[in-house]
């Protein structure tokens, strides 16, 4: 069983960036989908990029295509989210979150979170105008 623990948020004007972090308790060798998911107040937790197996292919959702980035160091068992050109809609909760092994590329390549078992605690992103 993973644990993540995600860092790097705060607030932010618009235009702006920050960097998210998510580390994992164990190797990520044993998890090939990692992902960041994101909750606004009232609306449901939605895909936000997904890395993909040692070849770590991406996936994106199409409002932050082009201005966020997800990558992965697994030696110090991290996965990172680069977020450039912040909105305000941007505004949210992000998730970490691990793919079920079973279901992994399913997972990663659809972006939906009945796919991921494993979930941090979350952390903050406010993005002003």
């Known amino acids: 069983q993973v644990q993540l623990v995600e860092s790097g948020g705060g607030s932010v004007q618009a235009g702006g960036s920050l960097r998210l972090s998510c580390e994992a308790s164990?190797?990520?060798?044993?998890?090939?989908?990692l992902g960041w998911f994101r909750q606004a107040p009232g609306k449901e937790r939605e895909g936000v990029a997904t890395?993909?197996?040692?070849?770590?292919?991406?996936y994106y959702a199409d409002s932050v295509k082009g201005r966020f980035t997800i990558s992965q160091d697994k030696v110090k068992r991290t996965v990172y989210l680069q977020m450039d050109s912040l909105k305000p809609d941007d505004t949210a909760m992000y998730y970490c979150?691990?793919?079920?092994?079973?279901?992994?590329?399913?997972?990663?390549?659809?972006?939906?979170?009945?796919?991921?078992?494993?979930w941090g605690q979350g952390t903050q992103v406010t993005v002003s105008s």
């Open positions: 979150a691990s793919g079920r092994a079973a279901v992994a590329r399913w997972a990663c390549t659809s972006l939906n979170e009945r796919g991921f078992g494993y």
């Open positions: 164990v190797s990520t060798y044993s998890y090939p989908c």
């Open positions: 890395i993909y197996g040692s070849a770590s292919s991406t």
